[in-house]
């Protein structure tokens, strides 16, 4: 069975890498690591098919390690141990390189067993993983490796990459290949930064295209039907993230349910849920806030259940949330009180705390009140009593005002009747 193309073209330099000039760029920071010829543990981290497993691949080639190759979708303790028994081996003696693919599955004994060895530096432990890896990787591992993150490969980056896939492909088939600049434009911006995908996807192109006097035409009508998902131009890295972004931020704050929906789906047709999701979790406290508090309650149970879920089921826990949010009652009391306290540090001194608020300590021979005379608010009536809470220099600002809605409306007539009230 024939090797796929993307497995066939694999870079084997740094520099034929597409994409991820972030961090592979010369004098970037993986760059400059890799270059060194110290190569430390390290997490590589990001979607499918950005380079993760090349980039490994070329360290381990350039650094006269020997390699061994686990992935975590089918290794088993005991293959870790097969490993580990090579340490001080004939053929291990510049040391051993393991690549362990999808960490995340490891399950944590399984992650526990490498500590020994990769702080002791007996196996540089190079791991790749698609899922975050500060929830999916164990803290310890964490904690002994630098984590590298992997970013999806933009169109224009992507392009030159399907010129030369057809060009390869052409040399293979020992045929021209005809595929207009719109072909591979389609590639390019329909894989979602996936290189993988869209290697894959014109090596597809050319074997069902049209052949005719020792030439192949590659067609948009079977490109469309190879392609399936476009991603609608979107870029995670360029404006439109952030326009597409902004667009479902400001419609649901404006209270347009359909407008939201419409932002939505574009991010879940280019599979970033997770923008989508801390956007979420950002406009319950933002603009829904006190108006409407269990907002975020519900928001982030939403969120949970969307990205346990994973696509494409998680479009149904996304468009509860986004429904709820934009139907809300709207309310940025609480962002504008905490951004008014914030501007008030930020051109403050260094401020006390008043003596009754402090936590218990002794009172030197020298001080000038004895006692902390801190008022316990529970044994007042409301649980309420009248002390100073600000730091002098603050006392009497005020930073939060009630909103115009039930919610705190209702607030504020209890402050007052407490206030009222109080002894």
């Given at each position: ?9 694999r ?6 890498v ?9 004098g ?21 098919g ?8 070329i360290i ?26 090579q ?12 690549y362990?693919?999808?960490i ?53 980056e992507?392009?030159p990459?399907?010129r ?36 894959n ?43 597409i ?18 932002y ?26 006190l ?6 309650v519900v928001t982030?149970?939403?969120?949970d ?19 709820l ?16 306290a ?5 051109s ?12 218990k300590?002794?009172d ?38 009630f909103g115009?809605?039930?919610?705190e ?15």
């Amino acid at each position: 069975m024939s090797a796929p193309l993307a497995d066939k073209i694999r870079p084997t330099s740094l520099d034929d890498v597409v994409g991820q000039e972030h961090i592979l760029a010369p004098g970037k920071p993986l760059r400059r690591i890799i270059e060194s010829g110290s190569v430390p543990n390290m997490i590589f981290y990001g979607p499918s098919g950005v380079g993760k497993t090349t980039v490994a691949r070329i360290i381990a080639e350039n650094c006269g390690m020997s390699l061994y190759k686990l992935n975590g979708t089918n290794s088993s303790l005991s293959d870790i141990k097969d490993v580990v028994a090579q340490i001080g081996s004939f053929g291990s003696e510049n040391g051993i390189l393991l690549y362990l693919d999808e960490i995340q599955y490891l399950n944590k004994k399984q992650q526990q067993s490498l500590l020994e060895y990769i702080e002791s530096g007996d196996i540089t432990l190079i791991a790749s993983t698609t899922e975050n890896p500060y929830f999916a990787v164990y803290n310890a591992v964490i904690s002994r490796s630098t984590v590298f993150e992997f970013k999806p490969v933009s169109a224009r980056e992507l392009a030159p990459a399907v010129r030369r896939a057809f060009r390869i492909l052409s040399e293979q088939e020992g045929a021209g290949i005809k595929a207009d600049e719109s072909i591979v434009e389609t590639i390019a911006f329909s894989c979602g930064g996936d290189v993988r995908k869209a290697m894959n996807t014109a090596e597809l192109a050319v074997m069902c295209g049209e052949r005719s006097d020792g030439e192949i035409l590659v067609t948009e009508e079977s490109l469309k039907i190879l392609a399936q998902r476009s991603n609608m131009r979107y870029d995670r890295d360029g404006d439109q993230h952030y326009d597409i972004l902004s667009a479902y931020h400001k419609s649901v704050r404006g209270s347009d349910e359909n407008a939201a929906l419409h932002y939505a789906a574009r991010l879940i047709e280019a599979g970033d849920i997770i923008s989508l999701c801390r956007r979420m979790l950002c406009i319950a406290c933002e603009d829904v806030g006190l108006a409407y508090p269990q907002a975020i309650v519900v928001t982030k149970a939403c969120v949970d259940s969307a990205l346990q879920l994973g696509l494409p089921e998680a479009k149904l826990p996304i468009a509860e949330a986004t429904i709820l949010l934009a139907t809300a009652p709207k309310s940025n009391s609480a962002c504008m009180a905490i951004d008014a306290a914030l501007a008030d540090l930020q051109s403050s001194d260094a401020l006390d705390f008043p003596r009754h608020l402090q936590n218990k300590h002794f009172d030197g021979s020298g001080a000038k009140t004895v006692g902390q005379h801190y008022l316990y608010p529970h044994d007042f009536k409301n649980h309420f009593v009248r002390q100073q809470y600000l730091p002098d220099p603050l006392l009497g600002h005020v930073y939060y005002q009630f909103g115009n809605n039930k919610q705190e409306q209702a607030a504020q007539l209890y402050r007052k009747k407490i206030l009222d009230e109080a002894e």
